[in-house]
């Protein structure tokens, strides 16, 4: 399509497209250098997966200390424990306080935020993107900008660029499992603490814990090894929950909320390619339905939950992969199982490799013996390869299925966009192509913004 007749909305010296977490990180950071920059977003508020999927907690490094590799994580920190909306480790948050700091960093860094504007397309100008079309409420319009980020989760400003990506097992095709998380409310956890411990001590089983300061985490699989194994059992037995209902059953306390607990549940290993709407849509029809199946389950089956309610239902879908773009360096499964280590790297982490439902041999790869028991992450997977002026961050960042199961984590998105953002300002003074950025570079202005990679 002809887009010079639709009116240009923005102009930014760097354009980032998503802002999620990754995405809101990038623009603080490239606004932090100085730059321009204009943040599009197709929901009301910034935070992605972690405030509108209602990702709580965050999982932690598996480092020791829990380095975040990144200097806004520490300032995101102070802002929620000044709100009250985190613990000491930052580990558990409310989301609503998350939300709201993130957007008083990114107005105070000076990024512009466009709220409910969804992408369009792009348009190139031989290997660059000159500007990109989006949506909104005053029809479409033009945004133009130097350098773009892509931080869509789904690589959706890449492949409209032009790019490569990969999806799915490549064994099977299949995406990852999807969720639609929920809270719950009005829970007598005292009651329901006395419950997972008597059920621990009855059964000798796992996935359930009620530690000293009340906090509770429970899990339900298959197999008999769960603590919560004969409830689900009974529950089946009398039709009250379904097989499905049974495949994956987590949840959380959240911080702040007296009385509630995060589900990360119902899971879905069918439809859920998370780039079909088709699918998405079966996702909220049928994860809706389970919710309510669900809360009637909890009603009747686990004490404390006599007048709980569901407070609220996630409003995206919880994706957890869908297309990876191609970069510079694709991250790869043996990288992450061998610990591979990089003169470029932005970030490091120890999360497992977490595909739901597989079960994986890795017996034929050796950890790197350095004594570091972590993996890193390269600035070149951020440079999309064949397009000169676009990085990717987050979930959708340069990385094979099985890899990207472990980078999907917060930490690592958080890592990923400020680094694609220093690295965009970089690329910008320098006058070069981001994938010329000297990853080292990059690190040592996050370092010298405070950041923790964990050694000194």
Known sequence: MDCSSLPLIGEADIVVCGGGTAGAFAAIAAADSGCRVLVAEQTGSLGGAAVNGLVVPMMNTGIPGNPQCSY????????????????????????I?????????????????????????????GNKISEIVVVNKNGLGRIRGKIFIDATGDGDLSIRAGSEYTKGDPQTGKNQAVSLRYLVSGIDTEKFGIFIRETVIKTGGIGADCDANGRISVACCPGDRWAFAGTFDEAQKNGDLTEDDRIYWQGFSVYGRRGCIAFNNPEFFTHNDGTDSDDLTFIRLAGKRAILRQMSFYRKYLPGF????????????????SRNIVTEYVITAEDLLSRRKFPDCICRSAYPVDIHGKTLNFSSVTPADDGKPWYELPFRALAVKGIDNLLVAGRCLGADFTAQSSIRVQHSARASGEAAGIGAALALEHNTAPRFVNGADVRAVMLE????????
């Open 72 to 95: 806004i994580s520490r300032r995101l920190h102070n802002e929620l424990l000044e709100s009250g909306g985190a613990d000491a480790s930052g580990m558990n948050f409310d989301p």
């Open 97 to 125: 306080l998350l939300e709201a700091a993130l957007e008083r960093l990114c107005t105070d860094s000076g990024v512009r935020i466009c709220f409910y504007t969804t992408l369009a397309d792009a348009v190139t100008e």
């Open 306 to 321: 006599e007048n709980a309610y569901i407070s609220d239902i996630a409003p995206s879908v919880g994706v957890r992969e």
């Open 449 to 456: 913004r405070g950041a923790d990679f964990g050694e000194k």
